[in-house]
C-alpha cells in the first residue's frame, strides 16, 4: 500500500531533551516536507526537501533540523525541544517538483511540558 | 493581508444540506487550486484539483474558481455525516514546486444525522 508513515504517533516529552520524528514513504517521491498544525494558524511548513541532500527551510524552521540520506526518510530532529513546540507534526511527499498534490502521513502530536 | 483567508469557522448543517466553503486569496500569480479534506486525527487529503476559471465537478463536490475575483468555493451536495471534516485550500503559482503551496487555516463542517 502507498503510503506516508510517521513515529511515533503520539509523544510527550519535557523541554530541551532531543528528539526525533521519522518519516518514510514508500512512493519513489522525490519532494518530501514538513509541516506544524495549531488552532488558528493553519498548516505552516517547516522544511522540505527536493531531492536526496537537497533541503531548504520553510516559513518556520526556528528550532528544527531535518536530514535526507536515502530517498525514502525524511526525520524531523528537535535539539532541544521547547514548550512552544507543541503541536501537531504532519510530514508529506510529492511525486516530483512539476507534481502538487501532497500525500501526507497520519500525523504526531507532540507535547513538550 | 495574508495571501489566502478562509472563512473561519466551525459550520454545522444538517443532512442533506448544501454547503458551500469558500477561500479568497491576494496573489494574483496562484494558478493552481486544491481542496484537502481532513477527518479528525488524519493527515489532510486531496479532495479536487483544479487550475482553470469555471467549475469542476466530481460526485457531489463541485470546485468553482473565480480568477477575476480572486475567489474559490467548494460546494458539498447532499452533503452526508461522512463529510464533517476540516477542509483546507491549499494553492500556489506555476513556478516553484509544493514548497510554494499555500494553505488556508481551515473550516470545520459537521454534518448532524
Known amino acids: 500500500e502507498a503510503q506516508v508513515t510517521q513515529n511515533p504517533r503520539y509523544l510527550i516529552t519535557v523541554t530541551g531533551k532531543k528528539l526525533t520524528v521519522t518519516c518514510s514513504q514508500n512512493m519513489n517521491h522525490e519532494y518530501m516536507s514538513w509541516y506544524r498544525q495549531d488552532p488558528g494558524l493553519g498548516l505552516r511548513q517547516i522544511y522540505y526537501s527536493m531531492n536526496v541532500e537537497v533541503t531548504d527551510k520553510g516559513d518556520v524552521p526556528e528550532g528544527y533540523k531535518v536530514s535526507r540520506k536515502e530517498k525514502r526518510n525524511f526525520p524531523l530532529i528537535l535539539e532541544s525541544p521547547s514548550p512552544n513546540q507543541t503541536s501537531l507534526y504532519f510530514c508529506?511527499?510529492?511525486?516530483?517538483?512539476?507534481?502538487?498534490?501532497?500525500?501526507f502521513g497520519p500525523g504526531t502530536r507532540l507535547t513538550v511540558l | 493581508q495574508k495571501e489566502v483567508e478562509q472563512d473561519p469557522g466551525p459550520l454545522s448543517v444538517p443532512e442533506g444540506a448544501i454547503v458551500s466553503l469558500n477561500c479568497t486569496y491576494s496573489?494574483?500569480?496562484?494558478?493552481?487550486f486544491m481542496w484537502y479534506r481532513q477527518y479528525s486525527r488524519k493527515g489532510p487529503e486531496l479532495l479536487m484539483y483544479?487550475?482553470?476559471?469555471g467549475n469542476k465537478e466530481d460526485g457531489r463536490f463541485t470546485a468553482q474558481v473565480d480568477k477575476s475575483s480572486k475567489y474559490i468555493s467548494l460546494f458539498i451536495r447532499d452533503s452526508q455525516p461522512s463529510d464533517s471534516a476540516t477542509y483546507l485550500c491549499a494553492m500556489k503559482a506555476p513556478q516553484g514546486g509544493s514548497e510554494k503551496l499555500v494553505f488556508g487555516k481551515g473550516m470545520k463542517l459537521t454534518v448532524n444525522p
Open positions: 508529506a511527499s510529492t511525486p516530483s517538483q512539476t507534481t502538487d498534490t501532497q500525500y
Open positions: 483544479t487550475y482553470s476559471s
Open positions: 496573489n494574483s500569480a496562484f494558478q493552481y
